[in-house]
């Protein structure tokens, strides 16, 4: 088994018992070109946290502000791929409002979020803003 598909089904039975709350992130290699298939400098959104959703590819997110999703339900895995001291906020209103404490991914590292409830992401550079 690959290491990607163990530290993906790790993650995910930890998602399972925990609702609208981020598992442990996983840290990255720094800014140094595509990983799980999320081009350096974009913001990953998979459609779903196992590893035959990350091997399917992600919907990628690139430029500063709130991105509104539509359609977008269940559990997904969003990784942020970006340098520079870049946050995305997982927000439950759209653009980019009602974010909640401890929704956010630092550069680097995976969350996994319940998104049924998400109704946007915003990306911004610094730290996360409540």
Known sequence: MSALRKFAYALAATVATVTMAAAPSSPAQAAGGTQYGCPSGAVCLYSGMYPEDINRGPVTMWWDGAHNLNN??????VFNN????????????????????????????????????INSVWLHAGNPVW
Request: hydrophobic share 30%.
């Open 82 to 117: 970006q340098y520079g001291g870049w946050t995305v906020q997982i927000c439950r209103g759209w653009n980019g409002t009602n974010c909640p404490p401890g929704f956010f991914v630092p550069e680097g590292t995976f969350g996994f979020y319940d998104m049924t409830p």
């Open 72 to 77: 977008v339900f269940g559990h997904r895995a």
